[in-house]
């Protein structure tokens, strides 16, 4: 494999290749193509190489930068790039026609503590346990090249580059073939808005940056630019093209600057159906968003960017506040006794209403149009326990029996359920904020910004552990002896079934809005239900169609009236699922109905008709 060295460095004025053949260093000359700077079949499958920028003037560069689409970095995000071939892996997914997100529940996982190796390899042993679970989707958490040995993923600053220690992208191609083979999809969390502390040289090159605007992680990408408009979206063909990825999870897209009516949202849309229709498969877009704003995942034809899905925060706040009672922070808005019947009937509690955490009106509504599967929820996932002071589950503060309600709601939702890697079986490793920042500057500005940002908000400072030191990591790994054990083990079958019930039942699948209808009841003055049910099918509105109820007893035992006769006029009530083998279902006598009795903390899901 020959190949060209081109770099866009419309900053410097003179550019070298530094390239490592074996034990031999050269210097090429560069020259100009426009911006770009070639030096033609230079590179050859095996070389480490890096540019030169300006490195006959006083101020110029002593010491070879990466490139900037590097796609491979063995040495770590400071060291020289490499070369991959993606046409020499033998991949086996030739029969692969994808894994649409409708109907589908998705697994978010974090390569670096999902499996004792924390590599590719060692999650691809488990991936079976996946299966087992029923999941179809796999998401995973950044992998792409950060300075430092383990981290989260979203301090990354080298995008085109697969984290040498998870397996390089030789790797990460073996764990995609493998999920392939059993029938999962992979959706890749990638990271557009900011690029991490350590090791992002790409502003030497060009104007990357937008340096008079910046977010919470640093300084905004100047996706406005043509040629840096270019890197990402070639950036996301790659995944596509080189990784045979089913999707992408875009990070924080409110955090992306950019002309709202020629949004690179809407270019990754395009790029991304283009791609799907070429490969006859489908491929998706989930963005994470705070901004409760339809527009993301309306069609292009109804006035929207087209991307596929999104992160529903709200729901997740509504089902937290529910089966937890915290009402601090952002969770004060959902402390109501509606907030969960809100959020599981349209999708967004701040539709328009006032936040307090913002300090203004929020959001806009979804249309009942837009099918539910476009809005991606969960009971956790990384951020939500990881943004905690002590990275704390729900497993950790929340008896067996609230778990399981949390299931529940979390896996009868109208929209694609997520969990996070371990929820299935309530494990009992917290998941911290952990880093391996090398430059000790860094290292210690990080831990001791965070733990001041929590003891600003009142938490002990005993509990919040230390990013960087290596026990903080290694904490987070799942400790996978413990899936045979008691309530370990009593959760992870109620989750296969709860799974199993959803795929088997398609009232559970239904993404019609008007096909749902929730209600939450408390006693006076509550700001917190006792109680929930819901009811999900074609037949809300239509007495010969199929209607499921998912009913949930919280703080307090609980009765549900269920209108049970069927078209043939019997009655037809009964249990499908329980948490509880106390959950009671009575026929009323000469009555069209039945009643659910429900012990405290405990949910049971019925077949109406």
Not at 72 to 100: E, I, K, N, Y
Not at 570 to 579: H, K, N, Y
Request: aromatic fraction near 10%; include cysteine.
């Amino acid at each position: 494999m020959t190949t060209d060295a081109r770099v866009w460095a419309p900053l410097a004025a003179q550019v070298a290749l530094h390239r490592v053949r074996g034990s031999q260093e050269s210097r090429v000359e560069m020259t100009t193509e426009g911006e770009w700077w070639v030096a033609p079949e230079a590179l050859e499958l095996g070389d480490r190489y890096g540019f030169l920028l300006d490195s006959d003037e006083d101020d110029g560069d002593e010491h070879p930068l990466p490139d900037p689409r590097s796609r491979r970095l063995p040495d770590g995000v400071h060291g020289l790039s490499a070369l991959d071939d993606p046409t020499a892996f033998d991949w086996t997914d030739a029969g692969w026609t994808g894994r649409q997100l409708a109907g589908s529940v998705l697994y978010e996982l974090h390569i670096g503590t999902y499996s004792p190796e924390g590599t590719f390899d060692g999650a691809i042993a488990r991936l079976d346990h996946l299966v087992d679970l029923g999941i179809d989707t796999i998401e995973l958490l950044p992998v792409n090249g950060f300075n430092g040995t383990h981290n989260w993923g979203y301090d990354g600053v080298a995008w085109y580059a697969v984290h040498e220690l998870y397996g390089g992208p030789e790797g990460y191609r073996r764990f995609v073939d493998a999920c392939h083979a059993r029938g999962l999809a992979v959706v890749q969390d990638v990271v557009y808005n900011h690029l991490g502390p350590s090791g992002n040289y790409l502003p030497r090159f060009g104007p990357y940056l937008l340096e008079a605007s910046a977010n919470t992680w640093g300084d905004s990408v100047n996706v406005g630019h043509p040629e840096v408009r270019r890197y990402v979206l070639d950036n996301l063909a790659m995944w596509f093209d080189d990784f045979h990825v089913d999707g992408l999870r875009l990070d924080a897209v409110h955090a992306l600057v950019d002309d709202p009516e020629n949004h690179i949202l809407q270019a990754m849309a395009e790029e991304t159906d283009a791609r799907s229709a070429h490969l006859r498969r489908p491929l998706t877009l989930i963005a994470e968003s705070d901004l409760n704003d339809p527009r993301l995942i309306l069609s292009r034809e109804a006035g929207g960017y087209g991307l596929h899905a999104q992160w529903s925060d709200d729901h997740h706040h509504a089902i937290h506040t529910a089966v937890t009672g915290e009402a601090n922070g952002y969770y004060a808005d959902f402390a109501s006794e509606e907030a969960l019947s809100k959020t599981s009937a349209w999708g967004f509690f701040h539709d328009g209403s006032y936040s307090s955490f913002r300090e203004r009106a929020h959001g806009h509504p979804v249309p009942s149009e837009v099918p539910t599967w476009r809005l991606v929820t969960y009971a956790q996932n990384h951020d939500q326990i990881g943004n905690r002071a002590a990275g704390d589950r729900l497993s950790q503060s929340l008896s067996e029996d609230q778990l399981a309600v949390t299931a529940v709601l979390n896996l009868t939702t109208p929209f694609t359920p997520m969990l996070f890697m371990g929820e299935e079986w309530g494990a009992s490793s917290p998941w911290p904020f952990f880093t391996s920042h090398p430059e000790p500057e860094l290292g210690r500005a990080t831990a001791e910004g965070r733990l001041a940002e929590f003891i600003k908000m009142g938490w002990d400072e005993a509990v919040v552990p230390d990013p960087q030191d290596p026990a903080t990591f290694v904490s987070a790994r799942l400790q996978w002896e413990e899936l045979a054990d008691g309530v370990h083990a009593r959760l992870l079958a109620l989750h296969r079934a709860l799974i199993a019930l959803r795929r088997a039942t398609p009232e559970l699948t239904d993404p019609r809005f008007a096909h749902t209808s929730a209600a939450t009841s408390g006693p006076a003055r509550s700001e917190a239900p006792s109680r929930f049910s819901m009811e999900r099918g074609a037949g809300l509105d239509d007495a010969d169609a199929g209607l499921v109820s998912v009913c949930v007893a919280f703080g307090e035992a609980a009765t549900f009236a269920i209108e049970a006769v069927d078209p043939s006029g019997e009655q037809s009530a009964r249990i499908l699922l329980s948490t509880t083998p106390d959950a009671h279902l009575e026929h009323t006598d000469g009555a069209d109905g039945a009643e659910l009795a429900l012990p405290a903390w405990s949910a049971a899901i019925v077949r109406v008709r």
